[in-house]
């Protein structure tokens, strides 16, 4: 896996881009990016891999990685993202990879429009994935069944286990 550390034009130009990745480029030194697939890019900031950017079919996302939301002290720098509780049901099939279905949903937390990211929360207020929405809240509340989050990153996943390894080196 191959680092490619960014221009300082480069990260400049991300932060004028993420409104997620913002506060924490703004004092961080050395921001690189890995390739680990095709589609997944892990951007690490000062040698933390904080950011994801990922292709699906939905387009192209930047996200914050959940290395960042557990065991990073930068986390508290993150923007509030909008989330939604599911039953613990749903857990291990979202941390196995599977989409968020309407039933799996207990509660919203946060306003949020098709495309916009997404947390993902078990009952105890652990986040257990990322994910991007197909729908607003407004439409989510009104429905009954479907899919209605896509799970870009979840907990045991490629990302958070190459992300563990990254921190490790350091």
């Known amino acids: 896996m191959k680092r490619l550390r960014l221009s300082n034009r480069e990260v400049k130009e991300l932060r004028e881009k993420s409104t997620i990745m913002k506060p924490i480029l703004n004092n ?24 994801l950017k990922v292709a699906a079919k939905e387009g192209e996302f930047i996200i914050p990685t959940l290395f960042l939301i557990h065991k990073s ?16 049901g749903a857990v291990k099939r979202i941390i196995n ?3 968020v279905m309407r039933p799996g949903i207990k509660q919203f937390e946060g306003d949020f429009n098709r495309g916009d ?16 929405s197909l ?10 069944k479907g ?18 390894e990254l921190s490790k080196k350091h």
Do not use: C
């Open 97 to 99: 990879g599977a989409d």
């Open 73 to 88: 002290p930068r986390r508290d720098l993150l923007p509030p993202l909008p989330k939604v509780v599911v039953d613990a």
């Open 147 to 164: 899919k209605v989050l896509i799970n870009l990153h979840h907990l045991g996943d490629r990302v958070w286990q190459a992300s563990l």
């Open 135 to 144: 729908y607003s809240r407004a439409e989510i509340e009104q429905m009954e």
């Open 28 to 51: 961080a030194d050395v921001v690189e990016i890995l390739q680990l697939t095709e589609r997944e890019f892990i951007y690490l900031v000062d040698n933390e891999p904080l950011f």
């Open 117 to 132: 990211i997404v947390f993902v929360d078990d009952e105890k207020g652990r986040t257990i994935a990322i994910a991007v």
